[in-house]
């Protein structure tokens, strides 16, 4: 049944200025914090208030979230337009880092970027302002939908006075439980086009429902949202996409490749943290026999002299190097195409949509592979007694990455190489 969120009341901490050379320390601090109690939170489950409270005051939700709207190609050259936001691949780093650390919280601070751009990504032009709270450091929850008809109406916006009326129902993968604001899209019962509407979680018509049992990503915050006769002020509609897809612009499209390119970067991040961890419990010195001979040198025993446990890692640490190659290789091409902005082209588009899908494709696959074989490498696959129990990493491993399909995405970039064929704009995000 439904339960009413929390109102939560903390005094936000203002954004620090920027400065890219600052955010790996700050980003460090925060993933030593959270792998400190990664083992005791992930078994508790509960919904990340504490968590998103690190992440605050840290000014981490507010990295990507600059004040001026993104300008004209060639105006916004660090990718995000204004003078105290970072750029995308500084706050893919955040990403990655946080992610190793805890693969929940990775994917909570992830969804929030995208969604912070929202109102470029889906704005009627370069010159949208941000809306109220966007760029304020709060932390968003939600989802927005490229056009799926198969998929039915989902959420709806029905006009009212200057306004809407927000009514449905929305599964959220992250921040259902801890959102300062919800981003949705919802279908406009006048138009027919896809609105997308920022939502106060705290008015009473919002009923979020919580999903803190999975397998793995158990502290994103994920379940479902109930909307009734939500009201939605006109200034709360960050924009909008047309129904019929070929319609849409290339630039919008690139939403749900950066959602999806950005989740590619938990899951490196994941597989990353589960290899040094399992690193740190395979190289453990043990007791040095003593001999028993006058002078004779002792040496340690070192289970990591294993010619085959060498061997292991080097094809697990190769693999991990491999899929960070062709994950920066597609955030350079994202950032790219960010800069460029609305004078974006299709065929660019699409570039950037296999590079993005050949990300996909690597990372899961080596994401699952790493989280699998680190637990046959050691002997702390799972733990009662305060150990690793690295068994965690598989299971998030596992659940962010059935998400997507492998397949498909290899079929995609199959299918543009062989035939030139552009990857479908129809995406969720």
Do not use: C
Not at 124 to 137: I, K, L, M, N, R
Not at 248 to 268: C, G
């Amino acid at each position: 049944m439904p339960t009413k969120p929390v109102v939560r009341t903390a005094a936000l901490r203002k954004p620090p200025v920027a400065d890219d050379a600052m955010w790996p320390r700050v980003t460090q601090e925060v993933a030593d914090d959270l792998a400190a109690d990664a083992i005791a939170r992930d078994r508790a489950g509960k919904p990340p208030y504490d968590e998103v409270a690190r992440l605050r005051e840290a000014g981490l939700p507010a990295l990507l979230t600059p004040p001026a709207p993104l300008g004209r190609a060639g105006t916004a050259s660090d990718g995000g337009g204004g003078e105290s936001g970072a750029d995308w691949r500084t706050a893919t780093a955040v990403i990655r880092e946080v992610a190793a650390a805890d693969g929940s919280i990775g994917e909570l601070i992830a969804r929030h970027y995208v969604l912070s751009w929202s109102s470029r990504f889906f704005g009627a032009s370069d010159d949208t302002a941000e809306a109220p709270a966007v760029g304020d450091g709060l932390l968003l929850g939600g989802g927005t939908d490229l056009p799926e008809l198969e998929s039915g109406p989902g959420l709806t916006l029905a006009p009212a006075g200057s306004g809407y009326l927000l009514n449905g129902r929305r599964t959220v993968a992250a921040g259902v439980t801890v959102a300062d604001r919800l981003v949705v899209g919802a279908t406009s019962t006048h138009t027919g086009e896809l609105l997308i509407a920022l939502v106060n979680p705290a008015h009473p018509g919002v009923l979020a429902g919580t999903d803190n049992d999975r397998l793995g990503q158990r502290l994103t915050g994920a379940g479902s949202v109930d909307f009734d006769n939500v009201p939605v002020d006109a200034g709360h509609i960050l924009g909008a996409t047309p129904r019929d897809e070929h319609a849409v612009s290339a630039f919008t499209a690139l939403a749900p490749l950066a959602l999806r390119l950005v989740l590619s970067h938990v899951a490196l991040g994941i597989a990353e943290g589960a290899l040094a961890e399992a690193r740190d419990v395979s190289r453990a010195v043990l007791p040095a026999p003593r001999s028993e001979a006058a002078g004779a040198t002792t040496y340690a025993v070192r289970p990591s002299g294993d010619p085959y446990l060498l061997l292991a890692y080097g094809e697990l640490a190769t693999a991990a190097h491999t899929a960070a190659a062709v994950v920066e290789r597609a955030t350079d091409a994202l950032q790219q195409g960010l800069i460029t902005g609305r004078d974006l082209g299709m065929d660019e588009r699409a570039e950037i949509a296999v590079l993005v899908a050949a990300a996909e494709a690597v990372t899961s696959r080596s994401a699952v592979d790493i989280t699998t074989r680190i637990l046959e490498l050691t002997e702390a696959a799972t733990s009662f007694d305060g150990g690793p129990a690295l068994d965690r990493f598989w299971r998030n491993a596992r659940a962010l990455t059935a998400q997507s399909s492998p397949t498909h995405r290899l079929r995609d970039i199959g299918d543009h190489y062989l035939n030139g064929t552009h990857p479908p704009f129809t995406a969720r995000s």
